[in-house]
């Protein structure tokens, strides 16, 4: 029994200190990795957006359902010589506030709108949509076309592979719902900060049986993230690893993946873009898109194969998508 109870106040004391070094973790990364950008308050919900570079039309960045402004760094930095470019982290993500409205394109449209206005940055814009970012891209185009110049989408999300959404699929998500809800509990106790911090310093056996023990399938997932977190400028490895230290980031996907199947209904009726020119860049390395699924998104869209590219097209060939923007500001512009 004596043996029972010291084992049962060795967990809480390490429990207690794990909560502690979280919290002054969390106070430190706040410290040492501000917001590059500045807190638009959007009706009481802070939007952290990053402008850099000059000129009309706008270029706009929409990152992928995990992702955030730094995702873009590299290539907003490249399209920022020659064009006013604009990232932001959405509700629940990256530097901004977290989620009160659902995660669907829809909503997040409209703080979109909504944020770009409080800032000053006018129509139209030049819209550049990655993975879950291109649902929100087309939305945006498809409902209001005079507010955007032309519109690329970076490998975007599928929607007919989720349509309609598989038994598989709800249970798939079922599941990335429950770890994550996991997950955000480990982060607010340290073990989330432990882990990333070894896999920054090279020492990923541990975090991989600790995220094995989590997920089951935690060590393969781990080694995907670090591999094209490591496509990123090395300089803002850290700040990443701050941001999914965090609870709130957990919370902020969870939401995403959580609405996901209705993002996918509002997408599958929303009308085709027309009028608007628009690329559609595609992964050589993924599966195939045909051309019919390409007219539906848009019936004069470019079909452009990046051959060299995984899904994370703007870290693979990061000059295809800047080529594929510099073209829609030129054409803009005349």
């Known amino acids: 029994m004596y043996v029972a109870l010291a084992i049962a106040a060795s967990l809480i004391l390490i429990a207690i200190a794990g909560f502690v070094w979280q919290q002054i973790g969390v106070r430190r990364d706040r410290r040492r990795w501000p917001a590059p950008g500045v807190l638009v308050d959007v009706d009481g919900l802070p939007l952290h957006?990053?402008?850099?570079?000059?000129?009309?039309?706008?270029?706009?960045?929409?990152?992928?359902?995990?992702?955030?402004t730094?995702?873009?760094?590299?290539?907003?930095?490249?399209?920022?010589?020659?064009?006013?470019?604009?990232?932001?982290?959405?509700?629940?993500?990256?530097?901004?506030g977290p989620a009160r409205t659902p995660r669907t394109p829809s909503h997040i449209v409209e703080e979109l709108r909504s944020v770009l206005r409080r800032a000053g940055i006018r129509p139209p814009y030049v819209l550049v949509g990655h993975s879950f970012g291109g649902l929100v891209m087309r939305w945006f185009a498809?409902?209001?076309?005079?507010?955007?110049?032309?519109?690329?989408?970076?490998?975007?999300?599928?929607?007919?592979?989720?349509?309609?959404?598989?038994?598989?699929?709800?249970?798939?998500?079922?599941?990335?719902?429950?770890?994550?809800?996991?997950?955000?509990?480990?982060?607010?106790?340290?073990?989330?900060?432990f882990c990333l911090s070894a896999v920054l310093t090279g020492r990923r056996v541990l975090p991989r049986l600790i995220g094995k023990a989590a997920s089951g399938s935690g060590a393969r997932v781990m080694d995907r993230i670090a591999g094209e977190i490591g496509k990123m400028p090395a300089e803002i490895w850290p700040v990443i690893a701050a941001h999914w230290s965090n609870a709130a980031?957990?919370?902020?996907?969870?939401?995403?993946?959580?609405?996901?199947?209705?993002?996918?209904?509002?997408?599958?009726?929303?009308?085709?873009?027309?009028?608007?020119?628009?690329?559609?860049?595609?992964?050589?390395?993924?599966p195939p898109v045909s051309e019919a699924v390409v007219r539906a998104v848009s019936p004069d869209a470019k079909h452009v194969v990046a051959s060299a590219s995984g899904h994370w097209i703007h870290l693979d060939e990061p000059e295809l998508v800047v080529h594929a923007i510099r073209e829609a500001v030129n054409a803009a512009q005349e």
């Open 49 to 68: 957006l990053y402008v850099a570079g000059k000129g009309t039309p706008a270029v706009i960045f929409e990152s992928g359902i995990a992702a955030t």
């Open 142 to 193: 498809a409902h209001y076309p005079p507010e955007v110049a032309a519109v690329i989408l970076v490998d975007p999300l599928r929607p007919e592979d989720w349509t309609p959404v598989s038994d598989q699929q709800k249970q798939m998500l079922a599941r990335g719902v429950m770890l994550l809800g996991r997950g955000s509990a480990l982060a607010q106790f340290g073990i989330v900060r």
């Open 70 to 96: 730094l995702n873009w760094t590299a290539v907003q930095a490249r399209v920022a010589e020659f064009a006013q470019t604009v990232s932001y982290d959405r509700a629940g993500l990256g530097f901004s």
């Open 249 to 286: 980031s957990f919370a902020g996907l969870r939401a995403h993946l959580r609405d996901l199947p209705e993002s996918i209904r509002e997408i599958a009726s929303a009308p085709p873009i027309r009028g608007i020119p628009v690329t559609f860049i595609t992964a050589g390395r993924e």
